[in-house]
């Protein structure tokens, strides 16, 4: 089943522009990961949060944690071109394990040069 | 070094027919994960393997599908009698082991098959 659910599905910016995609969730979560996939690399794990995280920061991207409210954003400041790709959260367990890491349909982004 | 390496990267099948997908995780992870990926979808666990213990074969949707780890290594997925509904991109990762968690795992380019 897919508990993330990832808004907006599709996302267009010019080179430059910030990028904000948002992850909801439903159950209890150990951790919340992004993934990219692009045609290029494949699926790449980005960044790795934990529940008791509320922010953290790898070079350009930013992720929020609100366990509250269930969700997590990705932002991307000053975009690029090679942005431009697939972007996945998926949730581990409450249990501590992640052998079924749950994942959302993902947000599309274009980034525009 | 090396990344997880998937085999073929393509496959071409009729319905009816068996098919055989290979996975080579990075050498050292002890976790193997399969998943399938349907065009424009998220990712649907199939299976997990960690170390010598039983695998978790909770994701497969149904007897057709079976998959061996042998030696704790190369792993292979076997689809038998394919039907059409399993078109899809199948995709292997692996991690340093499943029971941590926080272990990012690394994923394969993936087996795009299409059953005609």
């Known amino acids: 089943s897919q508990q993330g659910e990832e808004d907006p599905q599709a996302l267009s910016i010019q080179e430059g522009e910030n990028a904000t995609m948002n992850c909801s969730y439903k159950t209890s979560i150990n951790n919340l990961q992004w993934y990219r996939q692009n045609s290029g690399r494949g699926l790449v794990h980005l960044i790795l949060?934990?529940?008791n995280e509320r922010e953290k920061h790898s070079g350009r991207l930013r992720v929020t944690l609100d366990t509250s409210k269930k969700s997590s954003s990705l932002l991307i400041t000053a975009s690029r071109a090679a942005d431009t790709a697939s972007y996945f959260c998926?949730?581990?367990?409450?249990?501590?394990?992640?052998?079924?890491?749950?994942w959302g349909l993902g947000t599309s982004l274009a980034v525009n040069p | 070094g090396a990344g997880v390496s998937q085999s073929p990267s393509n496959k071409v099948t009729e319905k009816g027919k068996d098919v055989e997908l290979r996975c080579d995780p990075i050498s050292g992870h002890t976790a193997l994960y399969w998943y399938r990926q349907s065009l424009g979808q998220g990712l649907e666990f199939l299976i997990y393997?960690?170390?010598?213990?039983?695998?978790?074969k909770s994701g497969l949707p149904s007897d057709r599908f079976s998959a061996e780890r042998t030696g704790g290594s190369v792993s292979t997925l076997t689809i038998q009698r394919t039907q059409q509904e399993d078109s899809a991109v199948y995709l292997c990762?692996?991690?340093?082991?499943?029971?941590?968690?926080?272990?990012?795992?690394?994923f394969g380019p993936g087996t795009r098959l299409t059953v005609l």
């Open positions: 393997f960690q170390g010598n213990s039983a695998p978790d």
């Open positions: 998926a949730t581990g367990d409450n249990a501590g394990n992640n052998r079924k890491l749950i």
């Open positions: 990762a692996s991690s340093l082991t499943g029971l941590a968690q926080w272990n990012e795992q690394f």
């Open positions: 949060i934990r529940s």
